[in-house]
T-cell receptor
C-alpha cells in the first residue's frame, strides 16, 4: 500500500491478472482525488479521478474506489498489460484550496509477461 | 500535438547561478503549476497561477519565483541556485483549479 508522503512500494503482477494499488490519505477535508501514471522519463499522466461524494468510479480497464471512513483510495487495473508498468500515485485536493493538491510518492507496478 | 513543452530537458548548473526553466502550453488552460519531484517525496507544489497576471505560493516556494505575463507561458526562476534545488521539475496546467492537471515531461536539474 501507499500513504501520501511515504516511501515507494512495489507491486509485481503477471500479465493478464488484475492489479490493485492502494493509497491511504490523511486529511478528512480532502474532497477530490486523482490517480496518475508516470512512466520513466515522462511526466505524470491522468488516469481517473473521483470526488468525495462518490465511492466508486469506472473507466476503461480501471476502477477507483474511495472509502472515506478509513480514508483509503484504491486503483484497480483489469487484465494488466506490460504497457501498464509504471509508477502510479494518488493525489488529494484539500477542500478549502483548489490549488493544494498533495501527491503520494507512488507505487511501482511491474507487469511480468 | 497539443500539450505542455518544458525546456531545457536537463541542465547541470553551478551553485549561485541564476536559471529560468521554461514552460509553454497550447491548450489555453487558465491554471498553471510548477512542481518538484524528489525520490520518496512525491510531487510538491512550488508556485501556481490561476490565470494570467496572478500567481500564488505553493508548499515549497522559497528560492523560486514565477511570472504569468500571458496564458501560455509560466517560467520558473531560481535566482541563486543551491544544491538542495537539485530535482526534477514538472510544469502542469488545467482548465481551472478544479480539474485534473496535464503535465509536461519535466526538466532534470542538477546543482553542483
Amino acid at each position: 500500500g501507499e500513504s501520501v508522503g511515504l516511501h515507494l512500494p512495489t507491486l509485481s503482477v503477471q500479465e493478464g491478472d488484475n492489479s490493485i494499488i492502494n493509497c491511504a490519505y490523511s486529511n478528512s477535508a480532502s474532497d477530490y482525488f486523482i490517480w496518475y501514471k508516470q512512466e520513466s522519463g515522462k511526466g505524470p499522466q491522468f488516469i481517473i479521478d473521483i470526488r468525495s461524494n462518490m465511492d466508486k468510479r469506472q473507466g476503461q480497464r480501471v476502477t477507483v474506489l474511495l472509502n472515506k471512513t478509513v480514508k483509503h483510495l484504491s486503483l484497480q487495473i483489469a487484465a494488466t498489460q506490460p504497457g501498464d508498468s509504471a509508477v502510479y500515485f494518488c493525489a488529494e485536493r484539500l477542500r478549502y484550496n483548489n490549488n493544494d493538491m498533495r501527491f503520494g510518492a507512488g507505487t511501482r507496478l511491474t507487469v511480468k509477461p | 500535438i497539443a500539450g505542455i513543452t518544458q525546456a531545457p530537458t536537463s541542465q547541470i548548473l553551478a551553485a549561485g547561478r541564476r536559471m529560468t526553466l521554461r514552460c509553454t502550453q497550447d491548450m489555453r488552460h487558465n491554471a498553471m503549476y510548477w512542481y518538484r519531484q524528489d525520490l520518496g517525496l512525491g510531487l510538491r507544489l512550488i508556485h501556481y497561477s490561476n490565470t494570467a497576471g496572478t500567481t500564488g505560493k505553493g508548499e515549497v516556494p522559497d528560492g523560486y519565483s514565477v511570472s504569468r505575463a500571458n496564458t501560455d507561458d509560466f517560467p520558473l526562476t531560481l535566482a541563486s541556485a543551491v544544491p538542495s534545488q537539485t530535482s526534477v521539475y514538472f510544469c502542469a496546467s488545467s482548465p481551472t483549479g478544479l480539474q485534473p492537471q496535464h503535465f509536461g515531461d519535466g526538466t532534470r536539474l542538477s546543482i553542483l
